[in-house]
């Protein structure tokens, strides 16, 4: 019963911490969103005398225009670097809700949060333009009197802003190159961990059966000079004489009882843990060393 009360209550810290860590990904997604919005507001603004073909294509460009910038701005790539570190860990379906990457921002994405948040609006270009006109940004847009910024300030926000990004990609390679290295090493360990189990495990059985080898009860040889094997062949019959080969070793001749010689007429059958004997010979024999 405690078991379950303490998963409860890690059930629900957990979820509290996902709700906040949602709230926050939301914030600073939304502020992303009104930062899309602002660099819209530096557009020119589109003449309310255009025909509606003329207003979609004015509109079409403007998007062009606009997606470009917002891949560009310093702003937003920062913006969007505080998105992304709220939501790298979130799962791939629950990440892509948001605007985690700048440079990555498509037309069709810009379009939505245009309509959804600033939609484009057209104004009487004969009356209204002069005092809507807004000051040039730093990319390089025409200024209200008509002047242009400088280009080494245009290049220069441009630059930071591919850097940022550059920085941005760099570090997401670099934390999947880490993770793929940390994945190989432990492979490599519960490999090795292996190896020594089952070296271990080799080690043991040798133990083992060096240990049961020498508690076995060792066996004597029963036949030595003083008590030596006696076996004849009768009648120049073959006989069979038992011989435990592995107390005793291989057998010889120590004494010849016959008048028959008895060179070359004793062989041993180990596999039956006998010595033959052939042709009459008869005599006594003990170990061979």
């Known amino acids: 019963m405690t078991a379950l009360k303490t998963i409860a209550v890690l059930a629900v810290l957990l979820a509290a911490g996902c709700a906040d860590k949602t709230k926050e990904a939301d914030r600073l997604n939304g502020e992303a969103k009104a930062e899309v919005c602002r660099i819209k507001e530096s557009l020119p603004p589109m003449a309310a005398t255009l025909t509606a073909a003329e207003r979609e294509a004015a509109v079409a460009g403007a998007l062009a225009a606009l997606s ?7 702003a937003l790539i920062a913006k969007t670097g505080e998105v992304n570190a709220v939501v790298k860990d979130f799962k791939p379906s629950d990440r892509f809700t948001y605007l985690f990457d700048a440079s990555r921002l498509d037309e069709s994405t810009v379009r939505q949060i245009v309509e959804a948040q600033c939609p484009f609006e057209f104004i009487d270009d004969a009356v209204e333009a002069p005092a809507e006109a807004p000051a040039a940004d730093a990319l390089g847009e025409p200024s209200a009197d008509g002047g242009f910024v400088d280009e080494a300030a245009m290049a220069a926000a441009e630059d930071a802003g591919i850097a940022a990004a550059d920085a941005q990609f760099a570090a997401e390679a670099e934390r999947d190159r880490l993770l793929a290295e940390a994945e190989a090493a432990r492979a490599r360990k519960e490999a090795l961990q292996a190896e020594r189990e089952l070296l271990a495990e080799q080690r043991r059985q040798a133990e083992a059966s060096a240990q049961a080898v020498a508690a076995a009860p060792k066996v004597s040889c029963p036949y030595n000079v003083a008590n030596p094997l006696k076996c004849a062949s009768r009648d120049r019959q073959p006989t069979a004489c038992a011989w435990n080969f592995d107390a005793c070793g291989m057998p ?17 059958d180990e596999a039956a843990g006998r010595i033959i004997i052939v042709d009459g010979c008869r005599g006594l024999f003990v170990p061979e060393f």
Do not use: D
Not at 68 to 74: L, Q
């Open 68 to 74: 470009e910038k917002v891949r560009k701005s310093p």
């Open 252 to 268: 010889r001749l120590y004494k010849q009882e016959s008048k028959t010689t008895c060179n070359g007429k004793m062989s041993a």
